[in-house]
């Protein structure tokens, strides 16, 4: 059946398009509901009609649009909730939840379709999460899921790294070593001044024994003396 649009059907047309369409949808579903009616030349004026003042209407919902994405830009907002220690969630994040949480900074509740969120959040973190603001309007915001009793400096805060440790380890050993060389310095003094000691003890004997024999030397000069 060819039917003309009266208002936007997701997937289906817009206002004022032509279109063929199956039977039974359009009997069971788009004529019914008066999302559609047949394509003839009176309903085809009426229906372009409706597409400028559709137009019009849509300008003033871009404008409007435009003007909340200022206020989304640089915008964190955080959602507590339940956690376990790994970061789980006791439950989820749903759009509904982050609508809600829109609605303060935003002055208006958006509806929950408007927050394109693929699968609910179940753990804590930070998210970039995209919102459709109007049919020609997208933005994104940060939601920063955390656990009871967290703020969001801790959960950005870098947790400490096993790669900082070893340098550590390295320091230690280059620390010890020069320790080490001083241990070995100190035990070869003493065996120095024991090699000293042994070399000049010799002399002092030669120097005895000189004393001892010039006295006789004399003595045996004397002697010869009459």
Excluded: W
């Excluded at 059907?9 to 019914?32: F, H, K, Q, T």
């Excluded at 509901?33 to 009176?42: F, G, N, S």
């Excluded at 830009?73 to 439950?91: D, F, H, N, P, S």
């Excluded at 070893?166 to 024991?194: A, G, N, T």
């Amino acid at each position: 059946m060819k039917v003309v649009f009266l208002v936007e059907v997701e997937g289906s047309g817009r206002i004022g398009e032509v279109r063929n369409v199956a039977d039974g949808y359009a009997r069971n579903y788009l004529l019914p509901r008066k999302l559609a009616v047949p394509a003839t030349d009176h309903n085809i004026r009426i229906a372009q009609a409706r597409v400028q003042t559709e137009a019009k209407h849509q300008s003033k919902l871009d404008a409007e649009a435009e003007v909340l994405a200022k206020k989304l830009v640089g915008l964190t907002i955080t959602i507590e909730v339940r956690a376990g220690e790994q970061g789980r969630l006791y439950g989820s994040v749903t759009a509904r939840d982050i609508a809600e949480a829109l609605e303060k900074p935003l002055g208006l509740l958006l509806e929950h379709r408007q927050v394109e969120l693929e699968e609910p959040i179940r753990r804590v973190g930070l998210f970039e999460v995209p919102l459709r603001l109007s049919r020609n309007v997208r933005a994104s915001v940060q939601v920063a899921v955390l656990g009871e009793g967290q703020t969001l400096e801790e959960m950005l805060a870098p947790p400490p790294t096993q790669e900082e440790q070893p340098p550590e380890e390295v320091e230690v050993e280059e620390e010890e070593q020069p320790s080490q060389e001083v241990e070995v310095e100190e035990e070869e003094q003493p065996s120095q001044e024991v090699e000293v000691e042994e070399e000049e003890q010799p002399s002092q004997k030669t120097e005895v024994e000189q004393e001892k024999k010039a006295p006789r030397s004399r003595r045996k000069a004397k002697g010869d003396q009459p």
